[in-house]
């Protein structure tokens, strides 16, 4: 699904080489957005484990505390393949039982402090990732992948969604599309409907962002943009573009693109037009929206990077850097080695 994405960096040769998706060359770690209070009804717990999905570490956490598994919290999905440090929040057990189980099943334990209410998802900055390129092809990899590393903290990372998106064999979104037009039946699962649905809304928003960068506008804010405040996060639609213009160029502000949906908020003028371009591809009428109550969102189109670091590795080379929620490692990757084909199909369910 993102090897005929555009890059932003399409002049830089890549760095090569691949990634095995093994736990230690792919670790990802969880950055909170608020601690926990210290009292409440809830246990927040922070451990590190390797090899399983964030839903298969609910399964275990609920049948070793003996809890439901809708009562218990995360912030965000993390992949399979990975060593990954995360929180979960266990509703009505004591710290000293969760590190008790988490122990138990052969987890990492960091901490576990109460707090009032459940973990929900999104409740997080972002994540920090420290990943192993392994055996680049090119002599001067280390050159490539720093040369492409300032220009992508120059330009910004197109926040496409990753391979993961779409499941282990690509086929999630056109799933979502077949069960939006009444081709295929729901599953049981509403969890599973709703991971099929947002597939082909990525999918969209995918299109949206390659559409925007193919027509020379992914540094430009356009009349009409709906755009977002990087600090806040509030939105507003762009009026005077020369002055949002210079604040976009400061990374004070940046564009938001389509998760379609029949209560989206929509942009106006040109930026409306944009988008319109992509709704115009998609079977999928306003009703079928409404029908599968799949309301809608924006989406953060430009993501500006903190610095990020390469460092030379025994096998290859080690990248370390930042991404706030929601955006995909894999994206930068494909930016940094090219071509994207070398990147694994990792898991996140």
Known sequence: MTTQLPYITPELPGAGGEIKAEPEHFIVEEVALYAPTGEGEHTFARFTREGQTTREVVQHLARALNIWPEGIGYAGLKDKHARVTQVFSLPGISPAR???????????????????????????LGNRFTITILHPQAEDAMIRAQTIAR???????????GEQRFGRFGDNATQGLAILTGQKRRPRQKWLTRLLISAYQSQLFNEYLALRMERGLFDKIVLGD????????????????????????????????????????????????????????????????????????????????QPIQVKPHPLGLRLTFYLPKGAYATILLREVMKPASSLPKLETT
């Not at 120059?154 to 926040?159: I, K």
């Open 98 to 124: 969760a590190e008790e189980a988490i122990r138990s099943l052969g987890y990492e334990f960091e901490w576990a402090i109460p707090h009032n209410r459940k973990l929900r998802p999104g409740h997080l």
């Open 151 to 161: 220009a992508l903290e120059a330009r910004g990372l197109p926040n496409f969604f």
């Open 226 to 305: 709906l755009a977002k405040k990087t600090d806040t996060g509030g939105m507003f639609i762009v009026e005077d573009v020369a002055a949002d213009q210079t604040r976009f160029d400061r990374g004070e502000i940046t564009f938001t693109g389509p998760l379609f949906g029949y209560k989206m908020r929509q942009p106006q003028a040109e930026a409306l037009a944009l988008e319109a371009d992509i709704l115009a591809r998609s079977p999928v009428t306003p009703d079928q929206w409404r029908k599968h109550r799949t309301d809608g969102n924006r989406r953060v189109g430009r993501i500006f990077l």
